[in-house]
């Protein structure tokens, strides 16, 4: 029996994590079906129907225990994943507090110099009590600055979760900028050819002036000439001025 239910075992599996109470509940539900199928066996040799029954409930439920341990194993890795990006961020949380309280730590140690420097000042004369008050305003000062450390400690938190809000909100405001600039170049493009083609009119349009002009200029010459009446030359001659103009 064990040899004929051999290929429905997974080797290995005892070498994974420990079972969850539902499988180590359906590997001792498998046990007993064991037994039972060795007792059908020894007791009732010619029940064959009832003894495949009971394989096949014994291959259904090993399926279960393969199909459930899986799931552990593909659960186990997400854990795993969500725990890697968990200690990456926890630890660089970590090195910015370790800075504040290398900063707490130094003002305190600053702190309690100048306290002691006070009580030394005292100690040796009376005469140095506006020396000491003044000291003692920098403790002061420094104690302020420590509380302030702890409260920047405590922004860079809230920052970090506004920031998070912050990115998403630019990159949709990004994509909306590149549309518009999209859109502004087209515009651009459109404007540009409509200046060229203002430019060739302005072109044709000079170019048909110059020859308006060297046609007056032409009539002028043969009026010079004797070749053209003189009321019409004063006629070319006023245009042409006005051209000129």
Same mark, same amino acid.
């Given at each position: +029996? =064990?040899?004929?239910?051999?290929?429905? #075992?997974?080797?290995?599996?005892? /070498?994974? @994590?420990? %079972?969850?109470? *539902?499988?180590?509940?359906?590997?001792?539900?498998?046990?007993?079906?064991?037994?039972?199928?060795?007792?059908?066996?020894?007791?009732?040799?010619?029940?064959?129907?009832?003894?495949?029954?009971?394989?096949?409930?014994?291959?259904?439920?090993?399926?279960?225990?393969?199909?459930?341990?899986?799931?552990?194993?593909?659960?186990?890795?997400?854990?795993?994943?969500?725990?890697?990006?968990?200690?990456?961020?926890?630890?660089?949380?970590?090195?910015?507090?370790?800075?504040?309280?290398?900063?707490?730590?130094?003002?305190?140690?600053?702190?309690?110099? +100048? =306290?002691?420097?006070?009580?030394?000042? #005292?100690?040796?004369?009376?005469? /140095?009590? @506006?020396? %000491?008050?003044? *000291?003692?305003?920098?403790?002061?000062?420094?104690?302020?600055?420590?509380?302030?450390?702890?409260?920047?400690?405590?922004?860079?938190?809230?920052?970090?979760?506004?920031?998070?809000?912050?990115?998403?909100?630019?990159?949709?405001?990004?994509?909306?900028?590149?549309?518009?600039?999209?859109?502004?170049?087209?515009?651009?493009?459109?404007?540009?050819?409509?200046?060229?083609?203002?430019?060739?009119?302005?072109?044709?349009?000079?170019?048909?002036?110059?020859?308006?002009?060297?046609?007056?200029?032409?009539?002028?010459?043969?009026?010079?000439?004797?070749?053209?009446?003189?009321?019409?030359?004063?006629?070319?001659?006023?245009?042409?001025?006005?051209?000129?103009?």
């Amino acid at each position: +029996l =064990r040899g004929s239910l051999s290929p429905c #075992r997974e080797p290995g599996t005892s /070498l994974k @994590a420990p %079972a969850s109470p *539902q499988v180590a509940a359906l590997e001792q539900d498998l046990g007993k079906l064991e037994e039972e199928l060795r007792a059908v066996q020894a007791t009732m040799s010619g029940k064959s129907q009832e003894i495949g029954k009971l394989k096949q409930l014994l291959y259904q439920a090993t399926e279960e225990v393969a199909e459930l341990r899986a799931r552990e194993a593909a659960s186990l890795r997400q854990h795993e994943k969500t725990r890697g990006s968990l200690v990456a961020q926890a630890q660089a949380w970590g090195q910015e507090l370790k800075a504040l309280l290398e900063k707490h730590n130094t003002a305190c140690r600053e702190m309690g110099r +100048l =306290r002691e420097a006070v009580a030394e000042e #005292r100690r040796r004369s009376g005469d /140095l009590a @506006a020396k %000491a008050a003044e *000291q003692e305003r920098q403790a002061s000062e420094m104690r302020g600055r420590s509380e302030q450390f702890e409260k920047t400690a405590e922004l860079l938190k809230e920052k970090m979760e506004h920031l998070i809000g912050a990115c998403r909100d630019k990159e949709a405001k990004i994509k909306e900028l590149l549309k518009k600039l999209e859109q502004l170049s087209e515009e651009v493009l459109a404007i540009r050819g409509e200046n060229a083609r203002l430019a060739l009119q302005l072109q044709d349009s000079q170019k048909n002036n110059e020859e308006i002009i060297s046609t007056y200029r032409n009539h002028l010459l043969n009026a010079a000439r004797g070749y053209m009446e003189h009321e019409v030359y004063n006629i070319l001659l006023r245009i042409l001025s006005m051209q000129e103009k």
